[in-house]
């Protein structure tokens, strides 16, 4: 027979194990349920909700009024000043000024802004070197304990951190479950800055020429239409410049020109115009520029600039590569594709080695002293 002891033993094993269960199935419930948020959240990213939305959004699906816990986004700069609370529970607000700024920034705060790290802190609150600008807060809301995760962005510099304040009682009977909240919200928060960065980048792709970083077509004539408005009704004079660089000779055909010179020649551009001015790459081997002038003279002015600094060593383009440059003007043409016809004319009219021609009335000039020579 089996002695009494033995069926005690086996019996404690027994409720031992199914205590054990039982914890394993309500952390399973509680992990569905942080991952059922999570989704939610997710959704919010992929709908384009900013991150402050987010961030608010977060405290209103994780933050549990039943719960002794109290939720807080708190951000930086990367220099450790600026410190505000951008979202957080309903206790939270009196640790803030009505801007949202931090009314005392906590020294443990401080010391972690500078170590990035990707590690859950569990600190206690009646630490007084740390938490003494926040102590009568932590005790008239009974408060001991804190999860503090660091909020890191793209280049990994701290720019905040996930805090999770609580008691020890409960932290100590939900630890697991908190660590998988805390860190579930740390990756939501990175995930909306990769969100934003990709958004950027998707973006400058549309916008932005990949090598040189100018305008493409549809940003530069976005642009010029708004220029031509504004001309329109100021009544002022646009040049609009168009910049062919090729090859040897100009038959409008080659297109056999290194990346270097093309990456020289947008170099020039940009460093021969104002900053209001536009510049744009518009095919392989084509440019525009579009600058506000005052006088017809203006624009000789420009394209001469840019002529001499393709000649100076510094800028010195490959010995064979030439620039061809169109001017053509409104109001004398009052729209962007007899603009664009124009000064594409007068380049290809241009038969100097590097040189320019300005359409003016139909005809191609040499100088701004022709365009008045009837």
């Known amino acids: 027979m089996i002695e009494n002891s033995t069926l005690d033993k086996l019996q404690d094993r027994i409720s031992a194990l199914e205590d054990e269960v039982h914890a394993l199935k309500s952390q399973k419930r509680d992990f569905d349920e942080i991952q059922h948020r999570c989704n939610q959240m997710m959704l919010l990213l992929t709908q384009g909700a900013t991150q402050i939305n987010i961030l608010h959004e977060m405290v209103k699906v994780f933050q549990q009024d039943a719960l002794p816990l109290h939720l807080c986004f708190v951000s930086c700069d990367q220099e450790g000043g600026n410190w505000k609370i ?54 008239q809301n009974n408060i001991d304990r804190c999860l503090i995760k660091s909020i890191l962005n793209i280049e990994g510099a701290v720019v905040g951190f996930v805090l999770i304040f609580t008691n020890n009682n409960y932290l100590s009977a939900s630890c697991d479950s908190l660590n998988f909240t805390i860190n579930s919200i740390s990756n939501l928060v990175h995930l909306s800055f990769v969100r934003d960065k990709t958004e950027e980048t998707l973006l400058n792709s549309t916008y932005e020429d990949k090598l040189t970083g100018l305008m493409q077509p549809k940003r530069f004539n976005s642009s010029f239409s708004i220029m031509m408005k504004d001309a329109r009704r100021q009544f002022q004079r646009i040049a609009l410049i168009s910049v062919h660089i090729h090859n040897g000779k100009a038959n409008w055909k080659n297109h056999d020109v290194d990346d270097d010179d093309i990456l020289t020649l947008a170099k020039i551009m940009r460093s021969s115009v104002r900053s209001n001015d536009l510049i744009g790459r518009v095919s392989q081997n084509e440019f525009l520029m579009g600058v506000k002038i005052r006088n017809l003279e203006d624009a000789e002015t420009v394209a001469l600039k840019l002529l001499k600094k393709i000649s100076l060593n510094e800028f010195r383009l490959s010995e064979t590569t030439r620039v061809a440059l169109g001017v053509s003007f409104y109001p004398e043409h009052s729209t962007y594709d007899s603009l664009y016809s124009a000064a594409i004319n007068a380049a290809k009219n241009n038969d100097a080695e590097n040189g320019f021609r300005i359409e003016y009335h139909g005809r191609f000039c040499q100088s701004s002293a022709e365009l008045y020579d009837f």
Do not use: K, R
């Not at 000024?97 to 020294?107: I, W």
């Open 86 to 139: 951008n979202a957080g529970s309903s206790l939270i607000s009196e640790l803030i000024t009505p801007s949202g700024m931090m009314l005392s920034v906590p020294a443990q705060l401080c010391y972690m802004q500078s170590q990035a790290t990707d590690e859950i802190h569990e600190v206690g609150l009646s630490t007084p070197e740390f938490w003494q600008s926040w102590q009568p807060w932590v005790d």
